[in-house]
């Protein structure tokens, strides 16, 4: 990476900031940030009057695609998932900022004020239908009903009330003790939704105590029309929203003609303004002299060419560079991670726990092999891993065109379904022990039987557990002691040599001599001979000076938490054997159904089967996947990774509804 400094005459600024946004060779810092000495003899560029203009017309577009895409039919459930809708890229020629705003006034006049009346008209009517539905509800209630709407309310010698209840017994028997009152009901509904619709007329003098029991007992109905009988009113009512709604489909109607014929204009007309908006906008960050501008950034020191000769050609040499090596403090320089194509979808695994520093080692690679590794091991079944594969080419093949994400995670699911259906063949394990079970009932013998290096495969991890968490010490030696070598090998580059010797090296001679004791004096593994044991035991002491030269009484501490960090990979074998006997005992108990239910117990077995395999499949590898990711963060990081530094983002052009055409 270089610190770059870029002087420019003010008349080329506009041609390098182009040429700067479509190279994308370099990231643009703030200026009043980075270089405080810098500003004494300049002033921060403030903010471009065309900025503004741009933001107008981007609301203005913006407010349109609101308004077609909410009309605009959307596909749904299955057919949605299958078939989702991408954006078309829509040509657009290389043109000025003038021609740009020519180009969406035009639109704009031929589009903005017929959507915008339109969607003003649909929301006219839309308040209509809603005051009608609210009409035509109560009306519902009181259509038996003889009486004028006009009636409701308090007259001369009559009060009348009408609403609905659900208490019609109290409010009844109330009314009923009232001498110069009625109430008129008709029921709705069943067992527990039961309401009433409720009519009461009482004498004015009653008025008071009516409305008491109407605020206790009844919700009231209260009506957008003054006059007419209940019955009548809704058939009008009824015809009316008709109406309204054949004038409404109208209106949709046209607008999705417009959506069809011009929002994918808006959507590029849009698009080109944000991206001259953002050319716009980059001013801010520099710093302008009577004649000059400033630029500070970063580019990768493979690119100093590239950019002197684009820049010298676009501003006929009135330019000048500064390049030179950062130092990590002050400059905290951003980092670019190089990434093999195969690697790339595991980036989302450091980025959900920090970017590499700047000269930090990127574990991304040795995070991605040993994830799949470790799921693999603790999912630990052919049949789990088969559907993992099968769903995963699946999402990669139909959908990896459309989203960057469900395509790298397809991608990482094809890897975890292949090591699980290997680690599934070597453990004799396929949806547990279904095959046996279910499918070939005089089965009793593996498929395959074979001996290396001792261990004889397949092995059953249920009743030989001690071969799994074999193995998954062996693999967390491997894994702690690649952190180590990774340790070692940054403080040599960084030239810190002692941290080197006394913080990484010293592990060695630890693991090393205190491994040849442990495994005669506690484990009886083997017996030394005197020079071996007396080898391992200088080993172990030099190991223990250079661990207590490093932390010093915490030291001891360094080596328990070392052995705890070695020790948590038994959760390889933890979850490995809570897979397979989850799905052992599922296999139990749809195998018993049958002789519990005789007549339609079998047709519950593959019911039985699908649903306790699938929830089981979820779990399992939910956990496998949060303990793999687990082991690598604390274990397998806490040897050589930080992390904390910020990527580099180049000033670089984004299109996702454009697509250029140089004229």
């Known amino acids: 990476m270089k610190k770059t400094t870029i002087l420019v005459h003010q008349n080329y600024i506009e041609a390098v900031i182009k040429n700067l946004h479509e190279k994308g060779l370099m990231e643009i810092v703030d200026i009043s940030k980075e270089d405080k000495e810098e500003l004494k003899s300049t002033k921060i560029k403030l903010i471009n009057p ?29 057919k949605a998932l299958m078939n989702p809708e991408l954006p078309k890229l829509k040509t657009v020629k290389d043109r000025s900022l003038d021609e740009i705003y020519l180009n969406a006034e035009n639109v704009l006049n031929e589009t903005e004020k017929k959507i915008l009346n339109k969607n003003q008209e649909l929301q006219q009517q839309n308040e209509k239908i809603e005051i009608l539905k609210h009409d035509i509800e109560q009306l519902n209630y009181i259509k038996e009903f003889e009486f004028n709407i006009s009636d409701i309310g308090e007259s001369e010698f009559i ?16 009314i009923n003790l009232l001498e110069k009152s009625i109430i008129f009901s008709q029921k709705f509904g069943s067992k527990k939704n039961i309401e009433w619709a409720v009519l009461i007329a009482s004498h004015i003098s009653e008025k008071d105590k009516v409305e008491k029991l109407c ?28 109406e309204i709604e054949k004038l409404k489909k109208k209106i949709i109607s046209e607008l999705r003609s417009i959506s069809n014929n011009k929002l994918e204009d808006l959507f590029a007309i849009r698009e080109e303004i944000q991206i001259e908006k953002i050319k ?80 930090e080692i990127d574990p991304m690679i040795f995070l991605g092999i040993f994830f799949v590794v470790f799921f693999g091991f603790m999912l630990g079944d052919a049949g789990y891993g088969l559907l993992l594969l099968i769903l995963s080419i699946f999402g990669y093949v139909k959908f990896s065109r459309i989203s960057e994400t469900i395509k790298n995670w397809s991608f990482i699911g094809i890897w975890l379904g292949f090591v699980t259906i290997i680690v599934g063949l070597l453990t004799n394990s396929f949806f547990g022990d279904l095959i046996p079970r279910f499918i070939f009932h005089d089965l009793n013998k593996p498929l395959y039987s074979l001996t290396i290096l001792g261990i004889h495969l397949p092995v059953d991890s249920l009743r030989d557990p001690i071969i799994i968490l074999i193995l998954a010490l062996i693999f967390g030696l491997i894994h702690l002691n690649l952190g180590i070598i990774l340790a070692i090998y940054q403080s ?20 090393i001599g205190g491994g040849l004791l442990i495994g005669d004096f506690l484990l009886k593994l083997w017996t030394l001979s005197t020079l071996v044991f007396y080898v391992s035991t200088i080993f172990v002491v030099i190991g223990l ?60 077995v593959p019911i039985i089967l699908v649903f306790t395999h699938t929830i089981n499949l979820g779990l399992q590898a939910l956990g496998a996947g949060v303990h793999s990711l687990r082991l690598q963060y604390v274990e397998f990081f806490n040897r050589f990774y930080e992390g904390g530094g910020k990527k580099f983002e180049p000033f670089i052009i984004k299109r996702k509804h454009t697509k250029t055409k140089k004229i």
């Not at 009060?159 to 109330?174: A, M, P, S």
């Not at 040599?492 to 693991?511: A, G, Q, V």
């Open 50 to 78: 065309d900025s503004e203009t741009c933001s107008t017309y981007v609301l203005r577009i913006s407010k349109l695609i609101q308004i077609l895409n909410k009309i605009k039919p959307q596909k749904s459930g299955l």
């Open 159 to 174: 009060f009348i009330k009408v609403g609905k209840t659900t208490e019609f017994n109290k409010l009844n028997e109330n």
């Open 215 to 242: 605020k206790e007992y009844i919700t009231e109905f209260n009506f957008n029309i003054s006059s007419g009988k209940p019955n009548e009113l809704l058939k009008s009512l009824q015809r009316e929203k008709k």
């Open 280 to 359: 716009k906008d980059i001013t801010k960050n520099f710093a302008k002299t009577s004649s000059t501008y400033i630029i500070n950034g970063w580019i990768l020191e493979k690119n100093e060419d590239i950019l002197k000769k684009s820049l010298t050609d676009v501003s006929d040499g009135y330019i000048s560079y500064d390049f030179e090596k950062p130092s990590i403090n002050p400059d905290n320089p951003p980092i670019c991670l190089s990434t093999p194509e195969w690697a790339k979808p595991f980036r989302t695994f450091i980025d959900l726990f920090a970017t590499p520093k700047y000269n």
């Open 492 to 511: 040599y580059k960084n030239k810190d040599y002692k941290s080197l010797i006394i913080k990484h090296l010293s592990w060695f001679p630890l693991e």
């Open 545 to 604: 000076i250079l661990r207590f030269k490093n932390a010093g009484p915490l030291g001891l501490f360094d080596i328990t938490g070392y052995i705890g960090d070695w020790l948590s990979y038994a959760r390889l074998l933890a979850l490995g054997l809570a897979t397979t006997g989850m799905a052992l005992s599922f296999n139990i108990v749809a195998e018993i159904i049958p002789q519990m239910i005789p007549l339609i117990g079998v047709a519950f």
